[in-house]
């Protein structure tokens, strides 16, 4: 397995291991997630993938028995070190879900929500973030004339991509996405896509799919978990067409899961 | 259809039925009433000589009575009622939410009457100090009193209602950098609103319709009331304490049911908004 290393690298984790009571979930993952690329997580149903992906901004802390083993650094610092501002590293981690959960709020407020929580208070400043993070999230020119609209009378595309405006006007430097199009048709499915494209010029993604089409479409690298194991993690092109272990293999040409 | 739905459906529809059987026959009752004295005058003054000759009836004091109680106790147990649901959704260990639900649920079980004493022993005279009254039996005590009584309506009602927030509004706060009590206040609350705003206007319901506690401790007097503190009769105490003296078939005594229709659909109302507030919410 390569170590895939370069450029920047946001997320460093070491021997990562979760247990969720006697349940060991993650087993010993090593893997590094670097800047302005795509990385895709997959795996079958109940490998873990939604698990590490919510460790990296700490999503899992309520769950009653948590504990995490190993090193997981997050943008420099250890993140499940007690001294860390869990609400700061969210900030700074974005994050977007499979089921698109606008709050019944209007547009506008759904995406002046992370900025107000950090007391933006200015109603400029405010205009100003609405606007450039709808329009990051290509959603600017469809909402426009109605950001004082309800967030749920939108399409579930649309729905999806104002959750994406909102993770995004808090500028995080990392944003995770846990399966962002399987709730969608192919048409919205697309849009995502061609939005997870743009995004990436600015920050780093990390993209959990059950769709093997889609992570071979999108994602620069591409890891492949079994059973709470990293069985191995490549350039995408590489895992899809010459795969090192068998398992994978049998995975992406569907003789498994 | 299988004769298990019939029987069902049959129940619903007696239920409609007997209700709407209850509504003819106060409007019947009142009919004799309205004919010879109906008009505004007596939605809107405060004489109510049943029994001299000839007799006036204006129940404007017992209206604002009632509204005035109604609105002591809304304003007080709201309040109390919607921090005491968030605390037993959101705050507390679901081991104490259990322990106090059930508290909650045994207060809904006190007969009225029995808060009605705790009114005269306690309340009364404790408002009478307080505020420095000639007589403790006022409308604020009624209200202060009922306050507590519509706690469980609404505290389990509101409970349900943050219940039903969806946990993905909760996480999306989260994973924005929220805490717990951003998240409360900002997401969990508001979505809830429509909910807790149905407990609201069921607990009014209630507090309308309450008898016996306001006999005992609002202080029945029949003018309109100037104050809060003043001693006063709601509609309800009003029926209860001439239905019994009024000679059967007398102009006094179908009076009585004309105040007992207004009751009736002043509560409907308060219900009926309710349920849309539900109906609405579940539409969306």
Same mark, same amino acid.
């Given at each position: 397995m390569v170590a895939v290393q370069g450029k920047d690298t946001k997320i460093m984790l070491r021997d990562v291991s979760i247990y969720y009571?006697?349940?060991?979930?993650?087993?010993?993952?090593?893997?590094?997630?670097?800047?302005? &690329?795509?990385?895709?997580?997959?795996?079958?149903?109940?490998?873990?993938?939604?698990?590490?992906?919510?460790?990296?901004?700490?999503?899992? !802390?309520?769950?009653?028995? =948590?504990?995490?083993?190993?090193?997981?650094?997050?943008?420099?610092?250890?993140?499940?070190?007690?001294?860390?501002?869990?609400?700061?590293?969210?900030?700074?981690?974005? =994050?977007?879900f499979q089921k698109p959960n606008p709050f019944p709020k209007s547009i506008y407020d759904n995406v002046a929500y992370g900025p107000r929580l950090q007391g933006q208070k200015s109603k400029?400043?405010?205009?100003?973030?609405? &606007?450039?993070?709808?329009?990051?999230?290509?959603?600017?020119?469809?909402?426009?004339?109605?950001?004082?609209?309800?967030?749920l009378a939108l399409s579930g595309g649309q729905q999806q991509r104002l959750c994406i405006a909102r993770a995004l006007a808090v500028d995080p430097e990392v944003l995770l996405m846990d399966e962002p199009a399987s709730a969608l048709d192919p048409a919205a499915t697309a849009k995502i &896509?061609?939005?997870?494209?743009?995004?990436?010029?600015?920050?780093?993604?990390?993209?959990?799919?059950?769709?093997?089409?889609?992570?071979?479409?999108?994602? !620069?690298?591409?890891?492949?978990?079994?059973?709470? #194991?990293?069985? #191995?993690? !490549?350039?995408?092109?590489?895992?899809?067409?010459?795969?090192? !272990?068998?398992?994978t293999d049998d995975y992406i040409s569907g003789r498994m899961g | 259809m299988p004769y298990q739905q019939r029987l069902v459906t049959l129940a619903g529809y007696a239920v409609l039925l007997i209700t709407a059987l209850i509504f003819v026959f106060l409007v019947q009752q009142s009919w004799p009433f309205v004919r010879e004295h109906g008009s505004l005058v007596f939605f809107t003054g405060d004489r109510w000589l049943p029994v001299s000759?000839?007799? /006036? +009836?204006?129940?404007?004091?017992?209206?604002?009575?009632?509204? %005035? %109680?109604?609105?002591?106790? %809304?304003? %007080?147990?709201?309040?109390?009622?919607?921090?005491?649901?968030?605390?037993?959704?959101?705050?507390?260990?679901?081991?104490?939410?259990v322990i106090f639900r059930s508290i909650f649920e045994v207060t809904a079980g006190i007969p009225s009457v /029995?808060?009605? +004493?705790?009114?005269?022993?306690?309340?009364?005279?404790? /408002?009478?100090?307080?505020?420095?009254?000639?007589?403790?039996?006022?409308? +604020?005590?009624?209200?202060? /009193?009922?306050s507590i009584m519509i706690l469980p309506t609404l505290v389990s009602l509101s409970e349900e209602a943050l219940r039903a927030v969806p946990r993905e509004y909760a996480e999306a706060s989260y994973a924005l950098g929220a805490n717990r009590w951003q998240t409360i206040w900002r997401v969990i609350v508001p979505s809830a609103r429509g909910g807790i705003g149905a407990a609201v206007f069921l607990a009014m319901g209630r507090a309308i319709g309450e008898t016996m506690t306001v006999l005992m401790i609002a202080g029945g007097r029949l003018a309109m009331p100037t104050s809060i503190f003043d001693p006063m009769r709601p509609i309800t105490a009003l029926i209860a304490s001439e239905v019994n003296n009024a000679a059967r078939n007398s102009i006094q005594y179908h009076a009585l049911f004309t105040a007992g229709l207004i009751l009736f659909m002043i509560t409907f109302a308060v219900n009926a908004i309710a349920a849309s507030v539900i109906v609405g919410k579940k539409a969306r």
């Open positions: 009571s006697a349940l060991h979930v993650i087993k010993g993952v090593s893997m590094n997630f670097l800047d302005k &690329e795509i990385t895709a997580i997959i795996g079958p149903s109940g490998s873990g993938k939604s698990t590490l992906l919510r460790s990296l901004n700490r999503m899992n !802390d309520h769950i009653a028995g =948590m504990r995490v083993e190993g090193e997981a650094n997050i943008l420099g610092s250890n993140v499940y070190a007690p001294s860390v501002d869990v609400v700061a590293l969210r900030r700074r981690v974005g =994050m977007v400029v400043e405010l205009d100003g973030i609405v &606007e450039r993070s709808l329009t990051q999230a290509a959603l600017w020119h469809e909402v426009k004339d109605r950001l004082h609209a309800s967030g &896509e061609d939005l997870m494209l743009k995004l990436k010029e600015h920050l780093a993604v990390v993209v959990v799919t059950h769709n093997m089409q889609q992570a071979a479409r999108v994602s !620069d690298f591409t890891a492949f978990l079994l059973g709470g #194991e990293l069985v #191995e993690f !490549d350039i995408t092109r590489k895992i899809f067409t010459a795969p090192t !272990d068998k398992r | 000759l000839p007799p /006036v +009836f204006q129940i404007g004091g017992f209206l604002v009575s009632s509204g %005035i %109680i109604t609105g002591v106790a %809304i304003i %007080i147990g709201v309040p109390f009622g919607v921090l005491a649901a968030i605390s037993l959704a959101e705050l507390l260990p679901p081991g104490v939410s /029995v808060f009605g +004493f705790l009114g005269l022993k306690i309340v009364a005279p404790a /408002v009478a100090g307080l505020f420095n009254l000639p007589t403790g039996l006022t409308g +604020f005590s009624a209200g202060l /009193v009922l």
